[in-house]
């Protein structure tokens, strides 16, 4: 962590988490694979590391959403890495669509040698049931919505929608669980906590938004400074602290409040929403740690 960010404590574990994690647990049994939804930005923050225990040997697809808002370049980093895991790699950008539609065909590779049990048994019409699982926030709903061709699963712009288990029908031969989103109980780091709250898998309301946005300034200017120069119109000074950055770009946007006082709430709410968004550009925040 660079010495010009401040500490934060960030956590966040509602009771009705405890209840999804049961849930998925007797369900897991029930399932042939399990598709596991991370965004594209931060795979390494929005992976659940109880997954891992959660699903056991189960086959396992991950799916690199967002990959329209990522570096390219990292995607690739990415993609290989998990490849080297043994994990099969889709990804996607649920909000545009690219990349749902090889969906299926990736989870029937995945999941060819019990497909061929399946046909040895006279079973061949016996659907795949697949588990999605994700963090909050991370597209996991849109992208359901994307590969049904229908709103089958709730879906909106905040984590913790999801809030029980439904089943939907893709086609004959392939079913979806929809999971709540689960964080874990405690995070391993100040920075997963962070990049959770930067991309909105945790609620804004419960954490500092100027501290964050800070913090947020200053990992930009240490990965793409270029991006805080094209956006906000100024050279990130590589001394100053976070709150200083946030200063010179709400004083560039003209946010002041009385006094010469930047109205740094307001700044903080568009420096969230612009990252978000994809505005600032294609940006990676992790890379693998090899």
Same mark, same amino acid.
């Given at each position: 962590?660079?010495?010009?960010?401040e500490?934060?404590?960030?956590?966040?574990?509602?009771?009705?988490?405890?209840?999804?994690?049961?849930?998925i647990?007797?369900?897991?049994k029930i399932v042939?694979?399990?598709?596991?939804?991370i965004?594209?930005?931060i795979?390494?923050s929005?992976?659940?590391?109880?997954?891992?225990?959660?699903? *056991?040997? +189960?086959?396992r697809l991950?799916?690199?959403?967002?990959?329209d808002?990522?570096?390219?370049s990292?995607?690739?980093?990415?993609?290989n890495?998990?490849?080297s895991q *043994?994990?099969?790699?889709?990804?996607?950008?649920? +909000?545009?669509?690219?990349?749902v539609?090889?969906?299926?065909?990736?989870?029937?590779?995945?999941?060819?040698?019990k497909?061929?049990?399946?046909?040895?048994k006279?079973?061949?019409?016996?659907?795949?049931?697949?588990m999605?699982?994700?963090?909050?926030n991370?597209?996991?709903?849109?992208f359901?919505?994307?590969?049904?061709?229908r709103?089958?699963?709730?879906?909106?712009?905040?984590p913790?929608v999801t809030?029980? +288990?439904?089943?939907?029908?893709?086609?004959?031969?392939?079913?979806l669980l929809d999971?709540?989103?689960?964080?874990?109980?405690?995070?391993?780091?100040?920075e997963?906590?962070e990049?959770?709250?930067?991309?909105?898998?945790?609620?804004d309301q419960i954490?500092?938004r100027?501290?964050l946005?800070?913090n947020?300034?200053?990992k930009?200017?240490?990965?793409?400074?270029?991006?805080?120069e094209?956006?906000? +119109?100024? %050279?990130?000074?590589?001394e %100053?602290?976070?709150?200083t950055?946030?200063?010179?770009a709400?004083?560039?946007?003209g946010?002041?409040?009385?006094?010469?006082e930047? $109205?740094?709430e307001?700044m903080?709410?568009?420096l969230?929403?612009?990252?978000? $968004?994809?505005?600032? *550009?294609?940006?990676?925040?992790?890379k693998?740690?090899?």
């Amino acid at each position: 962590m660079s010495e010009k960010t401040e500490k934060m404590n960030i956590q966040w574990f509602p009771g009705h988490m405890t209840k999804a994690q049961r849930m998925i647990e007797e369900n897991m049994k029930i399932v042939d694979a399990v598709c596991e939804i991370i965004d594209a930005r931060i795979p390494y923050s929005s992976r659940n590391p109880d997954i891992d225990k959660l699903a *056991g040997s +189960k086959p396992r697809l991950v799916i690199l959403n967002r990959v329209d808002q990522a570096d390219p370049s990292v995607t690739a980093l990415w993609r290989n890495y998990f490849k080297s895991q *043994g994990l099969h790699v889709l990804e996607t950008d649920c +909000k545009s669509g690219k990349g749902v539609s090889g969906f299926a065909d990736a989870i029937r590779s995945v999941l060819k040698e019990k497909l061929e049990a399946y046909a040895a048994k006279g079973q061949a019409t016996r659907p795949l049931r697949v588990m999605i699982l994700g963090i909050p926030n991370v597209g996991k709903s849109t992208f359901i919505n994307k590969v049904a061709k229908r709103k089958a699963a709730l879906a909106a712009d905040k984590p913790g929608v999801t809030r029980g +288990k439904q089943w939907i029908t893709i086609d004959a031969g392939l079913e979806l669980l929809d999971t709540p989103g689960i964080l874990w109980p405690r995070f391993d780091s100040q920075e997963v906590g962070e990049c959770l709250a930067f991309t909105g898998a945790i609620r804004d309301q419960i954490i500092d938004r100027e501290m964050l946005c800070s913090n947020l300034m200053v990992k930009l200017r240490e990965l793409y400074p270029q991006c805080i120069e094209q956006r906000y +119109k100024f %050279a990130p000074d590589p001394e %100053a602290t976070g709150l200083t950055l946030l200063e010179e770009a709400a004083k560039k946007r003209g946010f002041i409040v009385s006094k010469g006082e930047f $109205d740094l709430e307001r700044m903080s709410v568009i420096l969230l929403d612009e990252f978000r $968004d994809g505005k600032l *550009g294609r940006i990676s925040l992790e890379k693998p740690k090899v």
